[in-house]
């Protein structure tokens, strides 16, 4: 998107503190709130795109309190986890403000910005981190990625393009270098590798479990708020490898897999009509290729 266009969405944002609160499965929570918003039966429900959200062990635990067969609003959202985990959002841009765009490092589909979302660990965690760790942040984070400036910690993001003409979305990556960092033990020349196993069993364990569906799920309800898109599109691990050029590095497939399915996403061979109109060369070819794939969200909810 544009600079001018990002500008605006950052400008209209939610001032102060914006909190998240998730716990394990809530996305399916959060997505049939906005398809029951309306008003609808079971029924319906199980003949529509969302009806796996209604196997998940959450959903049928609310659908067992249900007498009328009528799927409402407050019987999703009196359905709350605990412990449940809070994080803090903030925003931010990709490229990094004063870079200069070049599409083999920021991975874009096209050149402009994309409006960052970041999701940020709870001051409890950072506090207890640093302790045990006995680093400050700014040797445990990359600064060329997009990440929140201090005193946050982002533990991933999303990046987002926007086209305002067509009202839709794409969503160009979910990523967390703190969580793959972990994973492949990568800072144990940084940190001592016995204080660096405590902190990942002890306190990262719990955002392993959740930290992609809880960007993505975040991800979804900000859209849906600040942008109303019609649609929101999101890569296949093959069209997105590449458009992105990543055939040498490519991210994990479960992130364009499993995940988008996880969330009732579609495939389709129709991509954004943005890059159809804006795209490179390269961009335009491959959505003409009849082998290339997207995911995709309708936002209306009736079909």
Not at 45 to 52: A, E, M, V
Request: a positive charge; hydrophobic letters at 40%; proline letters at 6%.
């Amino acid at each position: 998107m544009q600079q001018a266009v990002l500008d605006r969405i950052i400008e209209r944002s939610p001032s102060g503190r914006l909190l998240f609160y998730y716990f394990k499965d809530r996305y399916a929570l959060m997505l049939l709130e906005d398809v029951v918003a309306s008003g609808r039966s079971i029924a319906e429900l199980k003949k529509s795109q969302f009806q796996p959200l209604l196997c998940r062990p959450l959903v049928r635990q609310v659908l067992s309190r249900v007498s009328d067969r009528q799927l409402r609003v407050q019987d999703l959202q009196s359905r709350w986890v605990y412990p449940y985990q809070v994080f803090r959002l903030t925003f931010g841009q990709w490229p990094l403000p004063g870079e200069r765009w070049r599409r083999s490092w920021h991975q874009m589909a096209r050149s402009g910005v994309n409006l960052v979302l970041q999701l940020n660990l709870p001051m409890r965690h950072i506090c207890e981190m640093e302790r045990l760790l006995r680093e400050a942040r700014g040797e445990l984070q990359c600064d060329l990625h997009p990440i929140a400036a201090k005193p946050d910690f982002t533990l991933a993001w999303s990046r987002i393009d926007f086209d305002p003409d067509s009202k839709e979305v794409l969503i160009e990556e979910v990523q967390s270098d703190w969580v793959r960092d972990a994973v492949a033990n990568s800072m144990a020349a940084v940190v001592d590798r016995s204080r660096w196993k405590q902190y990942v069993q002890r306190w990262l364990q719990p955002y392993r479990r959740i930290w992609s569906e809880a960007m993505l799920a975040a991800t979804i309800a900000m859209v849906r708020s600040m942008l109303a898109p019609k649609r929101i599109f999101y890569y296949t691990f093959s069209t997105g490898n590449k458009i992105k050029r990543l055939a040498c590095y490519p991210p994990p497939r479960s992130l364009y897999v499993d995940l988008p399915r996880r969330f009732c996403f579609r495939e389709t061979h129709h991509g954004p009509s943005f890059l159809r109109e804006h795209g490179a060369r390269q961009i335009k070819r491959t959505l003409r290729d009849p082998s290339s794939k997207w995911f995709v969200m309708d936002l209306d909810l009736d079909r």
